[in-house]
């Protein structure tokens, strides 16, 4: 593996308009609303949804009410593989994506007839601020002989100038598959992920040196000491976490392959290392098994386990009812950008439907950590 000497970005550091920050997001995640009031502008949404004839999609890290509501009136709730699969198959006009803001320029590069809306267009990611393209494409001039794999939290932009995406459901499938016709990779951006997909595939990558900045917060000395309590738990983990959690992993997958985990393996207890929002789903689907957080930070911190992404917290129900009823929050891409942009996207998604891959677990937890190990980080 060799790693480029890009160094990842600080955060709190807003961009020109102020509008990137971590502080600026949480500042703008709405207000915990009452029983009554939720159940009311859940009804509204309905209602909208209905008339606008548009969709709900959303994924397992934004707020509760959101994923519920998406499944209940005919959308999904699911990963980013899924989600720009659903977008692009359902037959809607309007695609209201709840998320952040490069799932809503994926929908839009892969439907551009259709209408995309946000509930908050500075919902953004991490790893999509630390890329910036000009800054890639100078990278990715700088080795011609490489193939361009990037994940698919970065901006059209710099999927534009990628040979392939991957989304962490499928990205060691895809390398492995390069890796075997002898390519040599250039991976953007998440360093953490490029790590693990470069060590279960011995392909040749470089790496972008970006970060989540929710799975980046997780302990490994602080999971050892969890695991210590908590002796029958399997830990659970997404591969956009450091090296020293991932290494403590009975399962490392996506979310779906997560939550997969959580309904299908024998245990009754877990510890898991990703989005709180995601134990959403992982309740529903397991009721009677015990979900434990995995700790971000050590005893000196203020907030033990708190991993939430502040950027798909900005979701809410009234942001999303104001954007079904105004039609604000478009999303636009720039279509010399979106064609360019599709080439690498589309791809991901022949390849991904000609494997066909469903995993599912059997009851035997050796054998199925075996197989959610091996099929990928996703
Ligand atoms: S959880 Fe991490 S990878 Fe996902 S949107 Fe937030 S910052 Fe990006």
Not at 70 to 93: I, K, N
Not at 194 to 213: F, H, P, S
Not at 248 to 264: E, F, P
Request: proline share 5%.
């Amino acid at each position: 593996m060799v790693e480029s000497p890009l160094k990842s970005i600080e955060f709190e550091r807003p961009d020109a308009a102020g509008g990137a920050c971590v502080a600026h997001a949480w500042a703008r995640v709405p207000e915990t609303l009452t029983p009554d009031r939720r159940a009311a502008l859940k009804a509204r949404v309905k209602q909208l949804l209905a008339e606008r004839n548009a969709v709900l999609v959303a994924h397992y890290y934004v707020d509760a009410d959101l994923q519920d509501l998406a499944e209940e009136t005919g959308g999904c709730v699911a990963d980013s593989l899924e989600m720009a699969r659903f977008g692009r198959d359902h037959p809607a006009h309007t695609l209201v994506v709840a998320g952040v803001r490069f799932m809503g320029e994926t929908a839009k590069i892969l439907s551009p007839e259709k209408r995309i809306l946000m509930p908050d267009l500075d919902a953004t990611c991490s790893l999509d601020l630390g890329c910036p393209a000009d800054q890639f494409a100078a990278f990715c001039d700088a080795h011609p002989d490489r193939t361009v794999v990037v994940y698919a939290n970065t901006s059209a932009a710099v999927k534009a100038r990628a040979d392939w995406m991957v989304t962490s459901s499928i990205g060691l499938d895809i390398v492995a598959h390069l890796h075997a016709q002898g390519k040599k990779i250039l991976w953007a951006p998440d360093r953490h992920l490029g790590r693990y997909v470069q060590e279960k595939t011995g392909a040749d990558m470089l790496l972008w040196q970006g970060a989540c900045l929710v799975h980046d917060e997780f302990k490994g000395v602080e999971l050892e000491l969890l695991r210590r309590e908590h002796p029958r738990a399997k830990i659970l983990v997404h591969p956009e976490s450091p090296a020293s959690v991932v290494a403590q992993a009975d399962v490392v997958g996506s979310t779906s392959q997560l939550i997969d985990a959580v309904r299908t393996l024998p245990a009754t207890e877990f510890i898991v290392a990703t989005d709180n929002g995601i134990l959403h789903k992982m309740r529903a689907v397991a009721s009677g098994k015990r979900l434990i957080e995995a700790p971000t930070a050590g005893n000196s911190a203020t907030c033990k386990s708190c991993a939430h992404c502040p950027w798909m917290a900005m979701n809410g129900l009234e942001n999303l009812i104001h954007v079904l009823e105004t039609g604000d929050n478009e999303i636009q891409v720039d279509p010399r950008i979106g064609e360019q942009a599709y080439i690498c996207i589309d791809r991901m998604l022949t390849f991904a439907a000609e494997r066909k891959k469903t995993v599912r677990a059997s009851g035997d937890l050796a054998r199925d950590t075996a197989l959610f190990s091996g099929v990928g980080p996703a």
